[in-house]
């Protein structure tokens, strides 16, 4: 058998530590990431050759990777548990940050703005969240606000609250968009339903719906797109 080559026999410029302090994170493959936090491999495989063999099962695909449950993720040689959270701590800090950027300057031209902003929060949950975008005259994204969770009904989603928080933030347009768990895009008779109900309120307020839109894992629906707005 041949004896596994430590990360410390590396060249200095190839040691994922190094390499970060001398070229910056950004230089970093994704498994020399994940090496950085789960710090030793085993007894085969250094860190990196691990994370590239986890990495490997889930098509090299971090949103795969994203849905590995705890017990899977053990079941890899040299991932225990302490490992194993310390890979789903970080992927969940990865939503958790997508979700709270600052969103001032960025401006909102199509629905596929608005599925690429929403879909690194929303393409996983298991429950239905309905989100909406507060935006400026110039389409710009005043705030990003969750108005329900659990699914989308006229008893979850108030739309007052939404004219509310539209008028104290003196948007002039918003956007609509929930995520379906089931994969299915197509939006349902409550989807409809409330999307005409926010239009029509926004309509009185001066406020302009711009879109809704209906998203799951590598798929969307835009009122928008399919004229229905």
């Not at 879909?119 to 949950?125: E, F, H």
Request: aromatic share 6%; net charge neutral; charged share 25%.
């Amino acid at each position: 058998m041949n004896k596994k080559l430590s990360i410390n026999s590396w060249a200095i410029e190839d040691r994922p530590r190094e390499k970060m302090i001398m070229h910056g994170a950004s230089c970093l493959s994704n498994a020399e990431l994940l090496a950085i936090l789960i710090g030793s491999g085993n007894r085969d495989e250094s860190a990196v050759d691990l994370m590239k063999r986890v990495l490997a099962n889930y098509r090299n695909d971090l949103v795969l990777l994203d849905k590995a449950s705890f017990e899977e993720l053990c079941s890899f040689k040299g991932i225990g548990s302490a490992k194993a959270i310390t890979i789903l701590a970080a992927l969940e800090f990865g939503k958790r940050r997508a979700n709270t950027s600052p969103q001032d300057g960025v401006v909102i031209r199509c629905s596929d703005d608005i599925y690429h902003l929403f879909y690194p929060q929303m393409c996983n949950l298991g429950v239905e969240e309905c989100w909406i975008l507060l935006l400026n005259q110039g389409a710009k994204v005043l705030e990003k606000i969750k108005i329900s969770s659990g699914g989308l009904t006229a008893t979850l989603v108030d739309v007052r609250c939404i004219m509310r928080d539209a008028l104290l933030k003196r948007a002039t347009s918003l956007v609509v968009c929930h995520n379906h768990p089931s994969g299915n895009v197509r939006p349902s008779q409550d989807d409809d339903s409330i999307t005409m109900k926010i239009r029509d309120a926004a309509t009185l307020m001066s406020i302009r719906l711009l879109d809704h839109v209906i998203l799951t894992d590598g798929n969307f629906y835009s009122y928008a797109d399919e004229g229905r707005i």
